[in-house]
Structure formats: structure tokens, C-alpha cells
């Protein structure tokens, strides 16, 4: 196949995928909000494509009109995607390296393989993160941005070990984090380790007390963010 094929297999998948949640959401104004927002496009924008005025798009995602119909889904989905072509197609490349790798994308964010070794620096910089404790490796070969609570309660430790993607020379975002006990306690039944593990979500003072030391047991380093994720990750995605 291709990768012209690729391109709008993965297109055509998450065409299905976004329609899918709008038309069946309990609230589809809230739902087309959020993959109008994940997708980093205005409601003027998203309008402008669809050929209409920004209050219709307003008043889908307000509720102030009835939920919208196939129709206008499709014009939405379509609009998004469009929209995401015209910039690169980096949500769709993301959404096809998310599905290749056997996840669902509301547990795996984002997954990505560097063309080469980079210094872990580079993705704190990134993320405007605060390393915690020093890893045995300064480098990382790629990175994955894992939803910390989907992963804890939904994966086996087998699939937990698919985060690493092609390499476990990599970094391993988790988002959502409290406290960073979940995540860190998790990684323990994980041989072998991460190069890095960065914490999004708190700062160093509501870091869970015995993170630093687990971290330094197991040689990864481990960083703490709570920089505002998607430009954050619109960072990472140009490493």
C-alpha cells in the first residue's frame, strides 16, 4: 500500500471515528467542541470551510439549536480533516501512528519514532518541564503521550509494554497526573525502563514523595510539566 493509500485509509477511519462519537453523544455540541479544539481550529475557521456563518458552529456547540444531523456532521468532519490537510495532516499522521501501534487514541495521544537520537533536554524544553531526577541515558529515540488513567486501568502489562512503540529508548508523557504515584508504580512491573518519564499535570511540590527515589532505582529520569499540552505537543511533534 502506498503511503498516498495510507494517508486516506487513516483519513477515512477517523472521519468514522469523529462522526461516530458526535451523532452518538449525549451532548453533540459538547463533542464536536472538543474534536473541533483537539484539532486546534477556530470556530471561524471550521465556518469558513463549511460555507457558513461562525453562529451556526456557535449555536451547534452551545445547544441553542437541535442536535445536528448527518448532514451537517459530515460537513463538520470533512471541515476538520480539510483543515488538517491544508496544515501538513499532522492529526491524521498522528491518529494513523496511534491506531498502527493497536491503541485507542483517548489512551495514547500521541506516538512517535525520531529520525535519530535526541538529547532528552530537547523534549523537557518542549514541554517546559522540570527535571526531578538524572536517568542513567540522556538521550531519547522517540516519545508517547499516554491518557495516565485510561492507561493504568485499561492496559495489561503487556500492552503496557506496546507504549514503547519501536523503541524503549524513548520518553513517556503521561498527562492527567495528580500525584505520579499510578504511573510510577505501574512502570515497576515494565522491564525494561523508559530513558525518561515525564509527569504532565503538577509541579513539583504535589509530586508524590517517593517519585524522585523510584525513579533513580529504576535509572530513568523524571521531569514534571504544566505547560499548556497541545503547543506543547505541536513542539514535540517537530523534534
Do not use: C
Amino acid at each position: 500500500m502506498s503511503v498516498g493509500e495510507d494517508h486516506g485509509e487513516a483519513r477515512a477511519r477517523l472521519a468514522r471515528r469523529i462522526a461516530g462519537e458526535i451523532t452518538l453523544s449525549g451532548d453533540p455540541g459538547a463533542t464536536l467542541r472538543k474534536w473541533r479544539t483537539d484539532f486546534d481550529v477556530s470556530q471561524t475557521e471550521l465556518a469558513d470551510r463549511m460555507g457558513v456563518s461562525s453562529s451556526v458552529v456557535s449555536d451547534y456547540e452551545s445547544g441553542r439549536r437541535e442536535s445536528p444531523g448527518i448532514g451537517l456532521v459530515s460537513r463538520v468532519v470533512e471541515g476538520l480533516l480539510d483543515i488538517d490537510e491544508a496544515r501538513g495532516g499532522s492529526r491524521i499522521r498522528q491518529f494513523a501512528r496511534v491506531v498502527s501501534a493497536g491503541f485507542e487514541s483517548d489512551i495514547v495521544r500521541d506516538i512517535r519514532e525520531y529520525p535519530a537520537a535526541i538529547p532528552t533536554e530537547r523534549v523537557y524544553e518542549a514541554l517546559d518541564a522540570t527535571e526531578i531526577a538524572p536517568g542513567e541515558r540522556d538521550t531519547v529515540n522517540g516519545h508517547t503521550v499516554i491518557n495516565s488513567i485510561e492507561a493504568i486501568t485499561s492496559l495489561s502489562s503487556e500492552e503496557f509494554y506496546r507504549l514503547y512503540g519501536q523503541s524503549t529508548d524513548r520518553a513517556l508523557v503521561f498527562t492527567g497526573v495528580t500525584r505520579g504515584e499510578s504511573p510510577l508504580v505501574a512502570l515497576r512491573v515494565v522491564t525494561p525502563t523508559p530513558n525518561a518519564v515525564i509527569l504532565h499535570g503538577l509541579d513539583e511540590e504535589a509530586l508524590w514523595d517517593h517519585a524522585a527515589a523510584l525513579a533513580r532505582v529504576d535509572g530513568f529520569s523524571l521531569a514534571v510539566s504544566t505547560a499548556d499540552l497541545e503547543p506543547a505537543l505541536e513542539e514535540l511533534r517537530s523534534l
